[in-house]
Structure formats: structure tokens, C-alpha cells
């Protein structure tokens, strides 16, 4: 730990001697996991935990005297703990603000007092105590430069003394040792992960921020300034007294919706700084907020305007010209995925097209501005630019050999059993015919055209190749006239080249040997083939090949020769497909020529039975593992997900998950869970009786199998017979196991997926709870990627139904990380989290800490969020807050515009909206002055338009609403004078208890007003009412007879007065 923090800690310009420690996204990590191995250190080393360190670890507390409870005595500003050393001493005091700690159990119960200040509790503690390590185990054991014998004599002192002391600090040193490398080790993975800014970087992005500013209501900003105009030669326009701290620059941003921004723009990243002095003309370049990568995300957290105007953009950053257009004109959408849904931060890979402009820049002057879309951009087709490209690429010589030689006409013959000398020859890409550009125009697709790796970028125009680029130029050059022999040579020798790397595969490329390879596969010469075909195989991994095989029509031919008796052939062929069918067009085009079926085919070999495999059937056994690998590739295209359904791949697939070899396994079930976001799949997945199979291989020893048995049961546990089927067949032990795993974050995200679908079953939460998943739980809610928080908070969410599961919550610690994660960006997670805090409310206890770490006003603060879902969520989790604070009216009102803000939701067209806020304002209008203030911001009459629903969840609600409503003044005469009376009559007519009940509550309310008693009359309501009056819901029954009365009551008053 001492090493870690001198070395890997980053600390103010004092000095390691006296300086502070900078809360830095490195420093926060390591300060997290100091935490984290205290907080457990009790747990985990309990005899070590109770060794009384040599001196007290002493530091300056935010803490006072209240903090403490049970364990301490308290005497004035001065606590002690009951705990004492053996001379007597008490093992934590605290004296006005001066904290003194002896012991790691001492320590660990602080963290837990401390809740959410543990990380200013751990910082002020390891700046006064800069090596711990001293004041716990003695000086003898400080951290020193150079070679560290300590251990050594340790151990020396061990064998020679038989005192349990040493043998307890021993365990100590060891256990802080093995924390310090793990510090260290964190700080260096941090390190290499940070992206540096640069000037040029900064320029660009301000550059092109301020294509984006001005006052129309559009724009992303106001407008956006340096603070300087001078640039220094390395770009720079921070002074050189700060260039020396890693400074760039100065900004000065206006956003629409906030006060001026000073931002720093460094090395680090982006931050907040203190602005301009007032009586100099100079900045305060203090720190003032966490640091940002980039401008565009400092200010995504800073304002929601921004984000709000960003997501309208359509904006494209190149310039592109007319043919380029034309091609997007022509771009083909495949209607085939139409429930797939593009998400913003999702890439499309880089098309050639773009690569050529990035390289003909570079021969542009050094300050030319390379702008990269940062906000929405489109994709664009690459077809014909792959083409044209790929021929421009070629040597002028190479070109004009191939003219000489007539390559336009195809030279390969078919249906031969040799080859001519000449009969090698670039076949040019214009082979595509023309019905099938149309067939593809026709055809429409909402499915990203991406893969799943980032695009890659190559450096064009490099002139200090490898010798093997020109070695295997070579190569393609015998290839393109060699006789068969030559021919099977060129390609073996081909293949001893590492065909892995970019630079042999550039030299494939940029020769034209993709044509080659791909007319090659058009003969009748299986050698041949299946050199071409290993080659392909290898260089397919790389995207922009991928894109050029498809281009050329090298996917038509592969499929042809699935139906080929050689077993090699069609292994090789379907594994290349595999590789290929990465991006939607080349899914589509093997659907288009018959390959979803020929691929399901191949899956019919053999039986699955024998562990043991002859040789035939381990040939059988390849093949089916080809075709799965390819069918798990075009499978993530809808409407090949129906051809594989139409073409009998269901029962395979059943009878292959059967099977206990991995490496079939894993493309098996890869390709289920990719299909089982599909209704139908899923219903299959669980009459074919697989549901067992996924449980059975959650616990198989290969996490790349554990990962997608259990995304198939995340997306499958959608349906409560499949939830019920899992539990049955014993899958929730294992499903509690893997959250144990927290390494592999893929797993982690797909367990933690099937938990939250499973646990929508209050059977599977009784479960769960026996196996402790709730606790591992509440463990996973920081320092986890987002897709893996989404579904812990929505499993949390589920759990929490059960009081029981709150209390572990609150006792776990997990309400502070649930409410921190309400400040976060994702939409779900905001849905879920919202959810999750809502159901912790409702005990009394855990609303005390909601309340404590500022949780109400979080949850307010988004109904401002645009996202309907998001509203909703948050309204619903305002109910219980209301419910169960101390002095709910007061909090309320705290909130400025609170109020109005959740009563302008009700103009919302989102029913669950409208629902959420009704009963919010059901809550909110059991304070007598929160009505009154409601109703000033007009809620009657907006309530009054919501009336004529036919939603019943919304009637119930709205309903209450209107019954509380009622009490303040003359809101009874306004609503009917709205016409919110008839409407409500109609309510009775519903199917739904709860509507009845809330309904007759306002009708009684409503009754109060003698012309609503006339209208309630006219519509029928006493008749209804009267049917309602013998309910076994107490409530119903008065409320039904109270309004009969007060309309009885009206009648003899009007009799009365008419005839005396």
C-alpha cells in the first residue's frame, strides 16, 4: 500500500511530502479498493482483524458524535469505543475532530459508520498517514526503494520465535503486500487506458462545436470561446507556468440552459476551473469537478439542453460528393430487421470510400482540420467504391498486364478436370448481375451495417513494406497465370505466410488476388478450392475484406458448394460464411441464394450420442460445427432467424444442445440466443424441452458457453413458464454462483440478465434469496459497466417486492450506491434504478437513508428527463417516498418548481405517465398547502381532460386524484363545471375492483356539490352504485352508500322546496 500510493497516486504540485491527494479518476479507483479490502478485512481475517497496531492511524474526520451508536461510549465531543488493547487504551477515539484508530476491526466498522463520506474518511486517513504500514506494524516495516528484505526477516523471526504475534503480523504484511501489487497492478491497466488530449485534438472538437452554436433554439450551444488568442508553436494557448501541469487551454461555454462554463481543456482531460478572478484578468485554475474526456461529454453531463439539441441533429461532417450520394441513394434498408434498433454510440464500419479521403488528406497542408462525426451520422453503401477502389489499388503494370491478357472475359473453365495455363483469371466485379441489385433495392432493412469488432483504420501510400507484402504480390502474380500444379503451389506457399497479420492482407488486396481466390472457388479442381478457401478463411477476420469478398460475389459461390460430397469443401466454405456474414448485406445474400437451408443441412450428419467419434463422424461432427458457426452469423438478421425456423433448424439444434462437446456447444447456443429475442424461438426453446440442456451447461467449465446459456435464458425468462421451467431443473443455484465472477463482464452481463427475468417469479425470488444472490448483489451495484448495472438494479428491483429483501438491502449496505446510480445517464438504468429505490421506500427505514443522501430530490429532478419511461418510473418511485417521510408536506414544498413541474406532466400523451403522476398527486394532495399550490398551477382542469380514458389503470388513478382533489376549496364545483362528472359515472362499468373502489370515493367527494348530484343522476350512477353498496370492500360500500345519500339527500331538499 505504501509503494502504491508514492508511486501510482497522484497528488497536488506539493509534493508526496505534504501535498493532498487529487481525486482523480485513478486516485478514486485506488481509494475504492483500500475501501473495499478494509471493509472485508473483519469478514474475511477475523483473529488478524483484532491486532492492535503499533501506533494509531491519526487523521483529521468530517465526522462527528452522532455517527456512532452501539460499541462506543460518547462524552460530549469525545468518543471511545468499548473495544480496548491490552493496555488499557480504547481502539478508536475521537476528540473534537482528531480521529485516532488501532485496529483493522475498528477501521472496517468506521467505513460502514462513515456510508457515503467513507471516501473522504479514506483519503484524509492516507494523507496524514502517508505509509500505514509504519504506524501497523512498526517501523521496520516502512516501504523503502530498491530491494525490500522486510519479509525476509520476518520469516526469520517466525522460525526462530514461536510468538503468535509475529506470526499475526506476518499474515498482515503479506495480506498489505498483496494489496499493494494490486493497487499497483490497477493503476498501471488505468494508465494504459487513459487517451491523452492533445492540442489538435481540442482544436477539432472546438472547431467543430462551433459549427453548432448560436442562439436559434436548434443549436447545441450559445457559443464557445477561447479565453486566449495567442497559440504557441505547439499549439498550445494555456502560459507555459501551466503547459508544465499538462494545460491546453481556457474555454469560456454558454450553454442554453446554464450559467457560463470556464472549462481547462488538458493533457488529462476536460474539467471545470474557477472561472475569472474578479479583480484580475487571470483564471483561477483550481479544479472544480471531475474530469471529462472530452469536451462533448463534459458537457452531456453539464446540460440537458445540449444533449436534448444533439440527439435532433442530422448532420453529416463530410463533405460528400454527388456520387457518393447517388450510392447512399441506393443504400439497401433490409426490412428483415426491423426490431432491431440502431443505438447512437454503435459505429458503422469505416467503408473504403472514407479511408480514401483519409489518406488523400494527408497530402493536404499539416493544419488541415480532420473533423470526426461526433453526433448522429448515416452509413454509407460501399459496394461500387469497394470496386473502384480496389482496381485503382492495383500497379499501373499489373493493369495493364491485364488488358493485354483480356481479363474481362472469364477464363475459367467449368465442369473440367484440369486447368489450362491461362485459366486463372481475374474475374472483374461487374459479375453481379443487375436483377440482383434490384432484388436488393427492393428488399428493406432497419439493420445497422456494422460488425461486431471496431472498424479498422490502415495507414494508405506506406512506403517501407515487409518484404513479405511484395513476396506474396509475387505470389498472386503466378496465381493469376499458373497451370494447375503451379496453381496448388502459389497457394500453399501463400498460406505459410501469417495471413493474420494487416500488412499480408493488404498485399492480397492491393494485387487484385481477392478476384483470383474467388474465381478459383468456380472450378472443378477441389485442391484448388480448398487452398483458396483456407485463405479466404484467414484473411475474412478483417473487415474491409469481409466487405470485398461479398462485392465480388464470393459468398453466391460459397453457398453453391455446400451442396459439394467433399466434406473439407463444405467445412472450409461454411466457416468462411461464418466469417463473411458479419454485416447485413452478406447475411442477406446468403438467404437470398438458398444458404439458410443448405447451412441447416449440414446439422443433419450425425448422432450426437458418442463421446468417442471415428473418423468419418468426427468429418460428420466438423461439419455441423461449421454450419452452426455460420448459422450463428446470419442469424442475427430477422428474417433469416424465419428462414432457419422454415427450414427445420429448431429440432437440430435441440438435438445438437444435447451434445457434450464445447466446441459445437458454443455456436449452438450462440445462434439460440440470438434467436430467442424472436416470440417464436422462444416458445420452441421450451416445448423442445432445451430449457434443461441451458440450465445443465450454465455449469459447464468454459465461460464463453456459461455466457450464452444464460443470454439465452435472459431473453427465454421473458415468459413465466419458462422462469418456472428454470427453477424446476435446478438453474437458479448456478445462475447465484456466476454473480460470484465479476471478472468476466460479458458473463457477468448475461447472469445478471437471466437473474433479473427470473426474478420476476416471486417463487424464484424466495429462491434467490436462499442463495444469498441478493447480497452478491448489492455487491455488483459499483464498479460495473452499465449493461451489467441495468440488470442487477432491474434484479434488485424485482427482489425488492419482498420486505424481507429490503431489510438485506438496507443491512448490505446498498441503498448509497442505488441512489448515487439515479444521477447516471442510461435510460434504462434510470428505469430500473427508480423502480428499485421506489420499492426500497416503502420500509420506513430505508426511506430515513433515501432521504439523508438527498433521494427524493434525485427522483424529482427526473421527471425533467425526456424519456417517457424514465418519468413514469421516477413518478411511480415518488409514491412510497411521499407515503412513508416524516414530514412528507415539507419535502415536498422544498423542491423549487416541484410542484408545477409534476403537474405539467399531466399534459403528457404516455399513459403510464399520466398514471404515475396521478397517483403521485394522490400523495402529494393529503397536504393541506401542496393542494392548495397544485391547484393554483391549474391541476383540476388538467385532471378533468384526462376523464374520457378508457386505460383502467389510469381510471384508478385518476380517480384518486380527483377524490383528494375534491377537499381544497371549490375544486369539487370545478370539476363538474370541466365535465369530469359524466366520464367518471362510466368508470363503474369497468371489470377492475380497484377502479369501482377509487371511483365511488370521487363520486362521493364529487356528490358534495349539489349540480354534480344532478349530473351523477342523469347518467345512471345510482343504479350502479346501488349494485356496489352489498361489496365485500368496505371501503366501496361506504363510499357507494355516502354518495346515494348526499344524491337522496338533494332530492328531498328539492322536494321540500317545491311543494312546501
Known amino acids: 500500500m505504501g509503494a502504491a500510493l508514492a508511486r501510482a497516486a497522484q497528488c497536488t504540485s506539493a509534493g508526496s511530502g505534504c501535498g493532498t491527494l487529487e481525486i482523480t479518476p485513478l486516485n478514486e479507483s485506488l481509494l475504492k479498493e483500500i475501501i473495499k479490502f478494509v471493509e472485508n478485512f473483519s469478514t474475511r481475517h477475523p483473529q488478524e482483524a483484532a491486532f492492535v497496531f503499533k501506533e494509531p492511524l491519526e487523521w483529521k474526520t468530517q465526522l462527528d458524535c452522532s455517527a456512532f451508536g452501539v460499541g462506543y461510549k460518547i462524552d460530549g465531543t469525545t468518543v471511545q469505543s468499548e473495544a480496548k488493547g491490552k493496555d488499557g487504551q480504547p481502539l478508536l477515539l475521537l476528540t473534537g475532530s482528531t480521529l485516532k484508530v488501532r485496529s483493522f476491526d475498528q477501521l472496517s466498522h468506521l467505513l460502514y459508520i462513515a456510508m457515503e463520506k467513507k471516501l473522504k474518511e479514506a483519503q484524509a486517513c492516507l494523507e496524514a498517514n502517508r505509509d500505514p504500514i509504519v504506524n501497523i506494524l512498526g517501523p521496520g516495516y516502512g516501504t523503502v526503494e530498491g530491494e525490500d528484505m522486510s519479509i525476509l526477516h520476518l520469516l526469520d523471526k517466525v522460525k526462530k520465535d514461536d510468538d503468535p504475534e ?101 493533457t488529462a482531460g476536460v474539467y471545470l476551473n474557477g472561472g475569472k478572478l474578479k479583480e484580475k484578468s487571470d483564471i483561477d485554475y483550481e479544479r472544480k469537478s471531475d474530469i471529462y474526456k472530452d469536451i462533448v461529454t463534459f458537457l452531456r453531463e453539464r446540460s440537458p439542453r445540449f444533449v436534448e439539441n444533439m440527439s435532433k441533429q442530422e448532420y453529416s461532417f463530410f463533405k460528400e460528393p454527388e456520387s457518393e450520394k447517388y450510392y447512399q441513394h441506393m443504400e439497401v434498408i433490409d426490412a428483415e430487421d426491423s426490431g432491431q434498433s440502431q443505438k447512437p454510440y454503435d459505429y458503422t464500419e469505416k467503408n473504403v470510400y472514407e479511408k480514401m479521403k483519409g489518406s488523400s488528406a494527408k497530402s493536404k497542408s499539416i493544419d488541415s482540420k480532420k473533423l470526426e462525426p461526433s453526433l448522429k451520422w448515416k452509413n454509407i453503401v460501399r459496394s461500387a467504391i469497394h470496386r473502384k477502389y480496389f482496381s485503382d489499388k492495383a500497379t499501373k503494370k499489373d493493369i495493364e498486364e491485364e488488358r493485354r491478357r483480356g481479363t474481362v472475359s472469364k477464363k475459367i473453365k467449368k465442369k473440367t478436370t484440369s486447368i489450362s495455363p491461362e485459366s486463372v483469371k481475374i474475374q472483374p466485379a461487374s459479375k453481379c448481375k443487375t436483377s440482383e441489385k434490384c432484388k436488393e433495392v427492393s428488399e428493406s432493412s432497419s439493420e445497422t451495417e456494422e460488425d461486431e469488432e471496431q472498424p479498422e483504420r490502415h495507414q494508405e501510400g506506406i512506403t517501407d513494406l515487409p518484404s513479405e507484402y511484395w513476396q506474396i504480390q509475387k505470389l498472386v502474380k503466378y496465381l493469376k497465370g499458373g497451370n494447375p500444379t503451379a496453381t496448388v503451389i502459389a497457394l500453399c506457399s501463400m498460406r505459410d505466410f501469417n495471413l493474420a497479420q494487416e500488412t499480408c492482407q493488404l498485399a492480397i488486396r492491393d494485387v487484385g488476388g481477392l478476384e483470383v481466390l474467388i474465381n478459383l472457388l468456380d472450378t472443378e479442381e477441389i485442391k484448388c478450392q480448398i487452398g483458396s478457401l483456407k485463405i479466404l478463411k484467414e484473411i475474412s477476420q478483417n473487415s474491409l475484406i469481409r466487405h470485398a469478398i461479398a462485392d465480388l460475389g464470393g459468398l453466391q459461390i460459397m453457398v453453391k458448394i455446400l451442396d459439394s460430397p467433399d466434406k473439407d469443401l463444405k467445412c472450409f466454405a461454411a466457416e468462411t460464411i461464418a466469417n463473411v456474414a458479419r454485416f447485413k448485406r452478406a447475411r442477406q445474400t446468403v438467404r437470398q441464394h438458398g444458404g439458410i437451408k443448405r447451412l441447416v443441412g449440414l446439422l443433419e450428419c450425425i448422432s450426437v450420442g458418442p463421446t468417442t467419434l471415428t473418423p468419418h463422424q468426427a468429418k460428420d461432427f466438423e461439419i455441423a460445427r461449421c454450419g452452426a458457426l455460420a448459422l450463428w452469423s446470419c442469424s442475427k438478421s430477422t428474417k433469416n432467424k424465419e ?108 447472469v445478471t440478465g437471466a437473474v433479473w427475468k427470473c426474478a420476476i417469479s416471486g417463487e424464484n425470488v424466495s429462491k434467490f434469496q436462499e442463495y444469498k444472490a441478493i447480497e452478491a448483489l448489492v455487491g455488483l451495484l459499483t464498479d460495473q459497466p452499465e449493461e451489467v448495472l441495468v440488470n442487477v438494479v432491474g434484479a434488485l428491483g424485482e427482489c425488492c417486492q419482498e420486505p424481507i429483501n429490503r431489510a438485506i438491502i438496507r443491512k448490505c449496505g446498498g441503498i448509497p450506491p442505488l441512489v448515487k446510480l439515479l444521477t447516471g445517464t442510461d435510460q434504462a438504468l434510470l428505469v430500473n434504478v427508480t423502480k428499485a429505490v421506489g420499492a426500497c421506500a416503502t420500509e420506513p427505514e430505508n426511506m430515513m437513508i433515501i432521504d439523508r443522501l438527498d433521494g427524493v430530490r434525485l427522483l424529482w429532478s427526473l421527471l425533467k428527463n425526456p424519456n417517457p419511461d424514465v418519468q413514469a418510473s421516477a413518478a411511480w418511485a415518488i409514491c412510497p417516498c411521499i407515503e412513508n417521510a416524516k414530514d412528507a408536506g415539507e419535502m415536498v414544498r422544498s423542491f423549487v418548481g416541484g410542484l408545477e413541474l409534476i403537474v405539467n406532466l399531466l399534459k403528457s400523451k404516455n399513459k403510464e405517465v399520466l398514471a404515475s403522476v396521478c397517483a403521485a398527486i394522490t400523495n402529494i394532495a393529503k397536504d393541506e398547502e401542496n393542494l392548495a399550490v397544485i391547484t393554483d398551477h391549474g391541476v383540476v382542469p388538467l385532471l378533468s381532460k384526462l376523464a374520457n380514458t378508457n386505460n383502467d389503470k389510469l381510471r384508478h388513478h385518476l380517480a384518486e386524484a380527483i377524490s383528494h382533489c375534491c377537499l381544497w376549496g371549490s375544486n369539487r364545483v370545478t370539476f363538474g363545471e370541466t365535465k369530469a362528472v359524466a366520464p367518471l359515472v362510466r368508470y363503474l362499468k369497468s371489470n377492475d375492483p380497484s377502479v369501482h373502489r377509487a371511483t365511488a370515493q370521487a363520486l362521493y367527494q364529487l356528490s358534495e356539490d349539489p349540480n354534480n348530484c344532478i349530473t351523477m343522476h342523469e347518467n345512471g350512477v345510482v343504479k350502479l352504485l346501488l349494485a356496489m353498496v352489498g361489496s365485500t370492500d368496505e371501503a366501496l360500500q361506504e363510499a357507494a352508500a355516502g354518495c346515494i345519500a348526499n344524491i337522496r339527500r338533494l332530492a328531498l331538499a328539492t322536494e321540500k322546496a317545491k311543494y312546501g
Request: net charge negative.
Open 166 to 266: 509475529t506470526d499475526i503480523k506476518m499474515k498482515i504484511f503479506i495480506l498489505l503486500n498483496q494489496l499493494d501489487m494490486q493497487l499497483l497492478n490497477s493503476s498501471l491497466k488505468h494508465i494504459s487506458q487513459e487517451v491523452r488530449l492533445n492540442p489538435a485534438a481540442v482544436n477539432n472538437e472546438v472547431d467543430l462545436l462551433k459549427h453548432f452554436c448560436g442562439k436559434g433554439e436548434d443549436t447545441v450551444l450559445e457559443s464557445l470561446e477561447y479565453t486566449s488568442d495567442y497559440t504557441f508553436s505547439n499549439g498550445c494557448r494555456a502560459p507555459p507556468w501551466r503547459q508544465m501541469h499538462g494545460e491546453i487551454c481556457y474555454l469560456i461555454i454558454k450553454p442554453h440552459d446554464t450559467d457560463p462554463l470556464y472549462i481547462t481543456c488538458s
Open 643 to 750: 428462414a432457419i425456423l422454415k427450414a427445420g433448424g429448431i429440432p437440430l439444434l435441440a438435438k445438437w444442445l444435447k451434445c457434450s462437446h464445447v466446441n459445437i456447444l458454443t455456436p449452438v447456443v450462440g445462434t439460440l440466443q440470438e434467436c430467442a429475442s424472436e416470440e417464436s424461438y422462444r416458445l420452441a426453446v421450451r416445448t423442445e424441452g432445451m430449457i434443461e440442456d441451458l440450465v445443465k451447461n450454465l455449469s459447464s467449465e468454459h465461460e464463453e458457453l456459461q455466457m450464452h446459456c444464460a443470454s439465452a435464458i435472459f431473453k427465454c425468462a421473458e415468459d413465466k413458464e419458462t422462469r418456472d421451467l428454470v427453477r424446476q431443473h435446478g438453474g437458479l443455484q448456478p445462475l447465484s454462483v456466476l454473480l460470484g465472477n465479476s471478472q468476466n463482464k460479458q458473463l457477468l452481463a448475461a
